[in-house]
């Protein structure tokens, strides 16, 4: 069975530093979404992807978030600097359109020292 | 806007025993609610989903849910507890562009 894959699945960081998470969706799906949760809540969109074009960033902190899916496939959320606040599981999921089910990857723990 | 409340963080069962996770919903318009579940280093998996036919849900692994209007609840139950089915759950509503608004969770624990 496919499976949305991301890596790493957990990475220690310091405060400043720059951090990257890289996702690989199911082969074929054109809906790509990032999310964060945070320890004890559900987790929250940061962006979404259709092909490579970004439709929702609504909630990511674009002063130092960014997220690029360059060729419609896989994709990459970068955080520079990474702050204490950002410690969080980083969760990729992805769909065939943007109103079909979601399948989640593992997710990357994200510890901000 | 559209929410989703998860009525109880914790839920303790013994094995065998019926389960239920309360969820209730706001939302201004006939809503899509969803019941995920994550296990511990795994991904998110869609258990069942309700769009607005049948409002009792069947899902996978023996879980149902029932769509009450009149309460905005969507609590999910299944009537025999297993050692597996041990997890944290998500209530889920999906808003007027299609997206997934998550509960806080429930964390389901099962006794033996």
């Known amino acids: 069975e496919a499976e949305v894959a991301q890596s790493p699945r957990y990475k220690i960081t310091e405060k400043s530093q720059a951090v990257a998470f890289w996702c690989d969706p199911i082969s074929g799906h054109a809906t790509l979404y990032w999310y964060r949760q945070i320890l004890g809540q559900g987790p929250e969109l940061l962006v979404q992807?259709?092909?490579?074009?970004?439709?929702?960033d609504s909630q990511l902190p674009k002063d130092r978030f960014s997220a690029e899916r360059l060729k419609g496939v896989d994709s990459t959320l970068k955080i520079q600097p990474a702050e204490l606040g950002d410690s969080a599981m980083y969760l990729c999921a992805s769909s065939l359109w943007d109103r079909g089910e979601q399948y989640f990857g593992p997710g990357t723990r994200l510890t901000v020292t | 806007a559209q929410s989703v409340t998860q009525l109880d963080s914790h839920v303790s069962v013994s094995e065998g025993t019926p389960v239920l996770l309360r969820c209730n919903y706001s939302s201004s318009y006939s809503p899509s609610l969803f019941w995920y579940v994550q296990h511990p280093n795994k991904g998110l998996q869609l258990l069942l989903k309700y769009t607005s036919a049948a409002t009792l849900v069947k899902g996978i692994n023996g879980f149902e849910a029932e769509f009450k209007k009149s309460e905005t609840s969507f609590h999910l139950t299944k009537p025999s507890a297993h050692m597996s089915d041990a997890a944290e759950y998500f209530c889920v509503v999906s808003d007027s562009s299609y997206k997934l608004i998550f509960g806080s969770g429930t964390r389901l624990l099962v006794r033996p």
């Open positions: 992807f259709q092909d490579e074009s970004v439709v929702d």
